[in-house]
């Protein structure tokens, strides 16, 4: 099946010029004491807010800020409401689309509910050509253009300060996902669905069950698995602890994710017990809970990713998540961290792990570039150059050539928009729905890899509640289980 279009809008590249006038107007705040921001506002969507770097109006050859300001992400759907045609009888409405970003000096934020900051400027990119991002980029707006001066600007015209000039860059770009959705909740071991517009079909199936992390299936178990169980030394150590321990705790979670042929093609186990904090009946911060996101491969399992969660204190109450790549074993490199985010417990939100947003580090990126057959070889991209690589295994019993740990780390990186899952808050049925980024997945494995951290993702939620509630029966061994 075919991906589901979606686009990209980023505006970046932001910097301003504010001429130092003669005789300083009074209450005017220069930006050389207190740097500019701006809310950039896209109709249907939340305004974004970010600081404006200042340049000195004497340099001759200025250069920006680089750095991504503000993403939008646009579905079908979504470019279906804001592309379609708006009838007006209003003279003083357009219906035209436009992206506003409205400058402001001072620093950012409020007191006593009054914006602090001082609108010095607004500006407005037309975005004519946005269903033909679908296929091609599309530069709406790259370079400078002047703000300030009459009543947008805040000051008086004639004065010498009203040419300030504004730079930044709107560019808008396919961005291809694939959508997967999940048939019921995790817990109820359901179907996965590929979703693109009106079709349903189904790709994967999940299996949860009560299995310890370092207790496998008859039939999955290898060599290597039965002399690492024994000599007691197996590589999960390294990341959990499953002895027993006092107190509350909810522990052994786990779940398979299935191909339509039955062969196991990824699975999330729980690693560390997910314990209630001495004197409390929550998961905290200093004591999360984690999940092992695996792959097959060489006849095994092996780590692709550590997910890590807990309950936040505080006003908001939420579920903290973090979420790091792990390199292969056999090297030394350290885990990187892909995503660090709360969510909400009521409300619930999107797990999203996009590297070109604000506050990321752009320096880790993907590989694979087309949703093939696990039979063909798809290529990614080195930080040397281009090359090519044979997809993983199909399952733990393949042949486990050119296994996702051992070519990865670190010759592949991933870039942009990764993934997000959908979650539910607390109470609330969860049918999570998962997009992973065309470029990120080279065969099946790796389409059942995010499936399978969308899904611990979503467990966490119960998982992190309070020890004080109990747990929907899917969840529990027996009905004397703690917490539930």
């Given at each position: ?130 269903k033909g991002v679908e296929s091609r980029a599309v530069v709406f707006h790259s370079g400078w253009t002047v703000v ?35 048939d019921g909740e995790p817990e109820c071991s359901p179907q996965v669905f590929q979703i693109q517009g009106s079709i ?208 990865l780390w670190p010759y592949s990186v991933y870039r942009g928009f990764v993934m997000a899952a959908s979650v539910e ?60």
């Amino acid at each position: 099946m075919d991906p589901c279009p979606f686009v990209r809008l980023s505006v970046g590249n932001l910097a301003i010029k504010v001429p130092v006038p003669t005789k300083p107007a009074r209450n005017i705040v220069h930006p050389t004491t207190s740097p500019c921001f701006c809310k950039i506002k896209l109709k249907g969507f939340p305004p974004q807010t970010a600081v404006i770097p200042y340049i000195n109006p004497s340099e001759t050859n200025p250069s920006p800020d680089t750095n991504v300001a503000a993403l939008f992400h646009l579905s079908k759907l979504d470019l279906t409401k804001l592309t379609k045609k708006r009838r007006s009888y209003s003279p003083f409405f357009t219906g035209k689309l436009t992206l506003e970003i409205y400058i402001f000096t001072g620093r950012s934020g409020a007191t006593c509910g009054v914006n602090s900051g001082r609108m010095l400027g607004k500006v407005c990119v037309p975005l004519d050509d946005l269903k033909g991002v679908e296929s091609r980029a599309v530069v709406f707006h790259s370079g400078w253009t002047v703000v300030g001066g009459g009543k947008e600007g805040g000051v008086k015209e004639g004065e010498e300060s009203s040419a300030s000039q504004f730079h930044f860059n709107v560019r808008g770009e396919p961005d291809p996902r694939f959508v997967f959705q999940f048939d019921g909740e995790p817990e109820c071991s359901p179907q996965v669905f590929q979703i693109q517009g009106s079709i349903r079909q189904p790709v994967f199936s999940c299996k949860f069950s009560f299995r310890s992390p370092l207790v496998r299936d008859r039939h999955q178990r290898t060599r290597s698995l039965q002399s690492e169980q024994g000599s007691g030394k197996g590589w999960l150590s390294s990341f959990g602890s499953e002895r027993e321990r006092p107190g509350k705790e909810r522990k052994g979670w786990s779940i398979t994710v299935h191909d339509l042929s039955g062969s196991p093609v990824a699975a999330a186990s729980m690693v560390t017990p997910f314990v209630a904090s001495p004197g409390s009946d929550r998961v905290s911060r200093s004591n999360p809970g984690s999940w092992l996101i695996l792959r097959p491969g060489e006849g095994t399992w092996k780590p692709w990713g550590r997910l890590e969660a807990w309950r936040e204190r505080g006003p908001l109450d939420g579920i903290g998540y973090k979420f790091e790549l792990i390199p292969d074993m056999s090297s030394n490199n350290a885990g990187v961290v892909l995503a660090e985010t709360t969510i909400s417990t009521t409300k619930g939100g999107k797990f999203v792990i996009d590297l070109a947003s604000p506050h990321t580090n752009p320096t880790i990126s993907s590989n694979g570039i087309a949703y093939n057959n696990c039979n063909n070889s798809g290529s990614s991209r080195s930080r040397g150059g281009q090359r090519s690589s044979r997809s993983p295994g199909c399952s733990p019993r393949g042949r486990g050539s050119g296994e996702f740990g051992s070519w990865l780390w670190p010759y592949s990186v991933y870039r942009g928009f990764v993934m997000a899952a959908s979650v539910e808050g607390e109470g609330k049925c969860s049918k999570p729905t998962v997009e992973v980024s065309v470029q990120h997945v080279s065969c099946t494995e790796d389409a059942a890899a995010f499936v399978a951290l969308a899904a611990a993702i979503d467990l966490s939620i119960d998982a992190c509640r309070l020890f004080s509630q109990k747990l929907r029966k899917e969840l529990c061994v027996n009905n004397n289980d703690l917490g539930c």
